[in-house]
Protein backbone atom coordinates (compact mmCIF):
# COMPACT_ATOMS: atom_id res chain seq x y z
CA UNK A 1 0.00 0.00 0.00
CA UNK A 2 1.98 3.05 -1.21
CA UNK A 3 0.59 5.60 0.80
CA UNK A 4 2.89 8.24 -0.98
CA UNK A 5 3.54 8.07 -4.82
CA UNK A 6 5.96 9.69 -7.07
CA UNK A 7 4.90 8.27 -10.77
CA UNK A 8 7.76 9.64 -12.04
CA UNK A 9 10.74 7.61 -11.91
CA UNK A 10 13.23 10.27 -13.74
CA UNK A 11 13.15 13.55 -14.93
CA UNK A 12 15.88 15.30 -17.76
CA UNK A 13 16.24 19.49 -17.92
CA UNK A 14 17.60 21.99 -19.49
CA UNK A 15 19.93 24.13 -17.26
CA UNK A 16 18.76 26.80 -16.10
CA UNK A 17 14.99 25.81 -16.70
CA UNK A 18 12.29 24.96 -14.40
CA UNK A 19 12.07 21.50 -13.02
CA UNK A 20 8.90 20.55 -11.25
CA UNK A 21 8.78 17.49 -9.25
CA UNK A 22 5.55 15.77 -7.94
CA UNK A 23 4.32 13.45 -5.65
CA UNK A 24 0.81 12.26 -4.43
CA UNK A 25 -0.63 10.88 -1.12
CA UNK A 26 -3.63 8.64 -0.11
CA UNK A 27 -3.62 9.21 3.48
CA UNK A 28 -5.35 12.31 4.52
CA UNK A 29 -4.19 11.97 8.10
CA UNK A 30 -0.66 13.08 6.29
CA UNK A 31 -0.45 17.19 7.63
CA UNK A 32 3.49 17.89 6.62
CA UNK A 33 5.65 17.13 3.69
CA UNK A 34 9.25 16.80 3.09
CA UNK A 35 11.44 16.50 0.66
CA UNK A 36 14.75 15.07 0.76
CA UNK A 37 17.67 14.97 -2.28
CA UNK A 38 19.60 12.17 -2.40
CA UNK A 39 23.29 11.94 -4.35
CA UNK A 40 24.29 7.83 -4.91
CA UNK A 41 26.63 6.31 -2.13
CA UNK A 42 25.08 9.44 0.28
CA UNK A 43 22.53 9.51 2.73
CA UNK A 44 19.33 12.18 1.87
CA UNK A 45 19.31 15.50 2.79
CA UNK A 46 16.62 17.64 3.96
CA UNK A 47 15.59 20.44 1.41
CA UNK A 48 12.57 21.87 2.25
CA UNK A 49 8.88 20.88 4.12
CA UNK A 50 5.76 22.41 4.59
CA UNK A 51 2.76 21.91 7.02
CA UNK A 52 -0.89 21.52 5.78
CA UNK A 53 -1.55 24.39 7.43
CA UNK A 54 -0.05 26.11 4.22
CA UNK A 55 0.16 26.18 -0.04
CA UNK A 56 2.99 26.85 -0.37
CA UNK A 57 6.44 27.68 1.22
CA UNK A 58 9.35 28.75 -0.74
CA UNK A 59 13.41 28.58 0.08
CA UNK A 60 15.67 30.28 -2.30
CA UNK A 61 15.32 28.09 -5.80
CA UNK A 62 13.45 25.64 -4.18
CA UNK A 63 9.45 26.41 -3.53
CA UNK A 64 7.22 23.39 -2.34
CA UNK A 65 3.55 23.42 -3.40
CA UNK A 66 0.79 21.94 -1.61
CA UNK A 67 -3.12 21.20 -3.11
CA UNK A 68 -4.96 19.34 0.03
CA UNK A 69 -7.87 18.50 -1.81
CA UNK A 70 -6.23 16.92 -4.66
CA UNK A 71 -3.50 15.31 -2.39
CA UNK A 72 -0.67 16.30 -4.23
CA UNK A 73 2.43 18.26 -3.63
CA UNK A 74 5.27 19.07 -6.08
CA UNK A 75 9.07 20.75 -5.83
CA UNK A 76 9.58 23.42 -8.13
CA UNK A 77 13.36 24.08 -8.62
CA UNK A 78 14.41 27.45 -10.58
CA UNK A 79 16.41 27.91 -12.23
CA UNK A 80 17.54 24.29 -12.20
CA UNK A 81 21.63 23.87 -12.18
CA UNK A 82 23.56 21.05 -13.07
CA UNK A 83 24.52 20.44 -9.33
CA UNK A 84 20.74 19.53 -8.93
CA UNK A 85 20.83 16.60 -10.83
CA UNK A 86 20.20 13.72 -8.13
CA UNK A 87 17.43 11.69 -6.67
CA UNK A 88 14.53 13.58 -5.19
CA UNK A 89 12.35 11.34 -2.31
CA UNK A 90 9.09 13.15 -1.36
CA UNK A 91 7.91 12.05 2.73
CA UNK A 92 4.79 12.66 4.64
CA UNK A 93 4.10 12.72 8.22
CA UNK A 94 1.25 12.65 10.26
CA UNK A 95 -0.30 14.08 13.97
CA UNK A 96 1.00 12.42 16.27
CA UNK A 97 3.15 10.16 14.09
CA UNK A 98 6.77 9.26 14.75
CA UNK A 99 7.17 8.80 11.07
CA UNK A 100 8.25 9.42 7.75
CA UNK A 101 6.58 7.41 4.90
CA UNK A 102 8.68 8.16 1.82
CA UNK A 103 7.82 7.88 -1.56
CA UNK A 104 10.00 5.76 -4.58
CA UNK A 105 11.74 8.94 -5.87
CA UNK A 106 12.25 10.50 -8.52
CA UNK A 107 15.98 10.73 -10.72
CA UNK A 108 16.48 14.71 -11.65
CA UNK A 109 18.99 15.38 -14.41
CA UNK A 110 19.80 18.56 -14.86
CA UNK A 111 21.69 18.76 -18.66
CA UNK A 112 24.32 21.68 -18.93
CA UNK B 1 25.53 21.54 15.82
CA UNK B 2 24.62 17.81 15.64
CA UNK B 3 26.31 14.96 13.50
CA UNK B 4 25.60 11.46 12.64
CA UNK B 5 28.32 8.65 12.21
CA UNK B 6 27.39 5.62 10.76
CA UNK B 7 30.15 2.12 10.20
CA UNK B 8 31.20 0.58 8.15
CA UNK B 9 30.66 2.63 4.91
CA UNK B 10 30.95 -0.77 3.10
CA UNK B 11 30.64 -4.35 4.23
CA UNK B 12 30.73 -7.46 1.95
CA UNK B 13 29.43 -10.64 4.01
CA UNK B 14 28.66 -14.18 3.17
CA UNK B 15 25.34 -15.68 3.30
CA UNK B 16 24.52 -16.90 6.81
CA UNK B 17 27.06 -14.60 8.37
CA UNK B 18 26.20 -12.25 11.60
CA UNK B 19 25.62 -8.80 10.77
CA UNK B 20 26.20 -5.39 12.97
CA UNK B 21 25.99 -2.11 12.22
CA UNK B 22 26.32 1.12 14.61
CA UNK B 23 24.90 4.40 14.50
CA UNK B 24 25.84 7.34 17.04
CA UNK B 25 24.89 10.98 16.77
CA UNK B 26 26.27 13.57 18.36
CA UNK B 27 25.16 17.35 19.80
CA UNK B 28 21.64 16.23 20.86
CA UNK B 29 20.20 14.16 23.81
CA UNK B 30 16.93 11.83 23.84
CA UNK B 31 16.71 11.80 19.44
CA UNK B 32 14.63 9.65 18.00
CA UNK B 33 16.44 7.38 15.63
CA UNK B 34 15.73 5.40 12.21
CA UNK B 35 16.90 2.50 10.70
CA UNK B 36 16.21 2.83 6.59
CA UNK B 37 17.50 0.26 3.54
CA UNK B 38 17.11 1.28 0.62
CA UNK B 39 17.13 -1.57 -1.70
CA UNK B 40 18.42 -0.92 -5.33
CA UNK B 41 16.14 1.38 -7.59
CA UNK B 42 13.63 1.40 -4.69
CA UNK B 43 12.93 4.25 -2.06
CA UNK B 44 13.56 3.84 1.35
CA UNK B 45 12.06 1.47 3.88
CA UNK B 46 11.62 2.16 7.20
CA UNK B 47 12.94 -0.63 9.31
CA UNK B 48 12.86 0.43 12.93
CA UNK B 49 12.36 3.22 14.78
CA UNK B 50 13.05 4.25 18.42
CA UNK B 51 12.01 7.27 20.97
CA UNK B 52 14.47 5.89 23.81
CA UNK B 53 16.65 3.66 25.28
CA UNK B 54 15.50 0.02 25.16
CA UNK B 55 12.26 1.00 23.01
CA UNK B 56 12.31 -0.16 19.63
CA UNK B 57 9.44 -0.48 17.20
CA UNK B 58 9.55 -2.60 14.19
CA UNK B 59 8.07 -1.61 10.94
CA UNK B 60 8.84 -4.63 8.86
CA UNK B 61 9.10 -8.48 9.50
CA UNK B 62 12.48 -9.95 8.84
CA UNK B 63 15.47 -11.34 10.41
CA UNK B 64 16.70 -8.28 11.30
CA UNK B 65 16.96 -6.74 14.79
CA UNK B 66 17.67 -3.07 16.50
CA UNK B 67 18.91 -2.60 20.19
CA UNK B 68 19.35 1.11 21.66
CA UNK B 69 21.79 0.20 24.38
CA UNK B 70 22.47 3.92 25.14
CA UNK B 71 20.79 7.57 24.09
CA UNK B 72 22.73 8.44 21.15
CA UNK B 73 23.55 4.59 19.84
CA UNK B 74 21.58 2.68 17.44
CA UNK B 75 22.25 -0.97 16.37
CA UNK B 76 21.39 -3.18 13.42
CA UNK B 77 21.76 -6.71 13.79
CA UNK B 78 20.97 -9.49 12.30
CA UNK B 79 22.13 -13.46 13.09
CA UNK B 80 21.77 -14.83 9.77
CA UNK B 81 22.11 -12.65 6.40
CA UNK B 82 20.26 -13.15 3.44
CA UNK B 83 20.58 -12.10 0.10
CA UNK B 84 17.56 -10.25 0.48
CA UNK B 85 19.65 -8.24 2.94
CA UNK B 86 21.71 -6.13 0.52
CA UNK B 87 21.41 -2.78 0.19
CA UNK B 88 21.67 0.47 1.10
CA UNK B 89 21.08 1.04 4.98
CA UNK B 90 20.43 4.45 6.32
CA UNK B 91 20.55 5.51 9.95
CA UNK B 92 18.45 8.89 10.62
CA UNK B 93 17.78 11.03 13.74
CA UNK B 94 14.94 13.32 14.58
CA UNK B 95 14.18 15.69 17.70
CA UNK B 96 12.20 13.70 20.18
CA UNK B 97 8.82 14.19 20.35
CA UNK B 98 8.21 15.77 17.08
CA UNK B 99 7.45 14.55 13.33
CA UNK B 100 9.73 17.12 12.05
CA UNK B 101 12.99 16.75 10.19
CA UNK B 102 14.80 13.41 9.86
CA UNK B 103 18.71 14.14 9.52
CA UNK B 104 20.41 11.07 7.73
CA UNK B 105 23.81 9.82 8.23
CA UNK B 106 25.82 8.63 5.53
CA UNK B 107 24.71 4.79 4.85
CA UNK B 108 26.60 1.90 5.18
CA UNK B 109 26.06 -0.58 1.28
CA UNK B 110 26.16 -3.59 1.94
CA UNK B 111 26.40 -6.88 -0.03
CA UNK B 112 25.37 -10.20 0.83
CA UNK B 113 27.24 -12.75 -1.54
Known amino acids: DQQVKQNSPSLSVQEGRISILNCDYT??????FLWYKKYPAEGPTFLISISSIKDKNEDGRFTVFLNKSAKHLSLHIVPSQPGDSAVYFC???????????FGAGTILRVKS | SQTIHQWPATLVQPVGSPLSLECTVEGTSNPNLYWYRQAAGRGLQLLFYSVGIGQISSEVPQNLSASRPQDRQFILSSKKLLLSDSGFYLC????????????FGPGTRLTVT
Open chain 2, 92 to 103: AWSLYRTRYEQY
Open chain 1, 27 to 32: NSMFDY
Open chain 1, 91 to 101: AASAWLGNKLV
